[in-house]
């Protein structure tokens, strides 16, 4: 069987990253990933669109020297870019078909990479996946059933991502209550309640990095690993970031998390399996 390599490109508020893939049922045989530091985020000027730049030539470059057809290039920018459309001019010129994905769309493409990731769960098991990038933070909820990811819930927070995090934590409580039924709520619905969370963010991966010591920084490697809400609170006063992942344990009653390497970029491989439930 002839399989078909896809490019996903994911230009966010602190990275440029490419992955070329396959892909079959919920996984994916990777052939190419890199990423650059842009850092758009932190202030839009010479040097970041310079860095911008560099990644888009390298990525055009890759993408046509594995002859991967322009149809099977899907470019899409995150925060930064609803915050400035205007910088989709830098991206256009290498590729012609790149959009801007809204908050929704972006928690939707990190849920479906989050549970993916996550080889231990069972199907018809919901879950909370939280993702935290440069710019904003995005939540969502759901559940897999046979092929496709379900996704009951997703909402993003532009300005509780790790550039913007607001000195006043309490305030992403206050918008997690006005968005989000409580566990009580959900044990209303079937499935019952929020069986995990699922943790995505260079902030969790480092931290996850940093506890199972391993020798290389290899972010599938992470896949599953458990942190523990005691240790997020022991790091917090270094990243202050990190408390949102520790409100949402608390609002549900967890004691501890799992981690995913994967990231909103993985989740758009499987566009074509995701149910959004209104």
């Not at 000027?45 to 990644?55: E, F, G, I, M, V």
Request: a neutral charge; hydrophobic letters at 40%.
């Amino acid at each position: 069987m002839n399989r078909v390599l896809k490019a996903v490109i994911d230009l966010g508020s602190r990275a440029a990253r490419i992955l070329i893939a396959d892909v079959s049922r919920n996984s994916i045989n990777l052939h190419y990933s890199r990423g650059y530091l842009t850092l758009l985020g932190q202030g839009i000027d010479l040097a970041s669109l310079k860095r911008l730049d560099q990644a888009l030539n390298h990525f055009s470059f890759v993408t046509q020297k594995m002859s991967i057809a322009p149809n099977n290039v899907l470019a899409f920018g995150t925060e930064v870019f609803r915050q400035n459309p205007s910088l989709s001019k830098e991206v256009r010129g290498y590729f012609p078909d790149f959009k801007i994905i809204s908050g929704e769309e972006e928690a939707i493409y990190s849920f479906a990479a989050g549970i993916l990731s996550q080889k231990n769960l069972e199907e018809n098991e919901r879950v909370l996946v939280i993702d935290q990038g440069g710019g904003s933070l995005e939540i969502s909820f759901g559940y897999r059933f046979e092929d496709l990811v379900v996704v009951e819930k997703a909402v993003s927070f532009p300005g509780f991502g790790t550039f913007n995090y607001p000195e006043n934590q309490r305030s992403f409580s206050e918008e997690l209550l006005l968005n989000f039924p409580t566990k009580d709520e959900l044990e209303d619905l079937r499935p019952k309640s929020i069986q995990a969370v699922i943790s995505m963010g260079s902030v969790v991966t480092q931290l996850a990095f940093l506890q199972s010591s391993k020798p290389e920084y290899r972010i599938e490697e992470v896949n599953g690993f458990v942190i523990q809400k005691e240790d997020l609170a022991k790091r917090i006063r270094k990243q202050q970031s990190l408390g949102a992942f520790l409100d949402v344990l608390d609002y549900y009653s967890l004691d501890s998390m799992l981690v995913s390497g994967w990231g909103t970029r993985h989740g758009a491989f499987f566009n074509d399996r995701i149910l959004v439930r209104r």
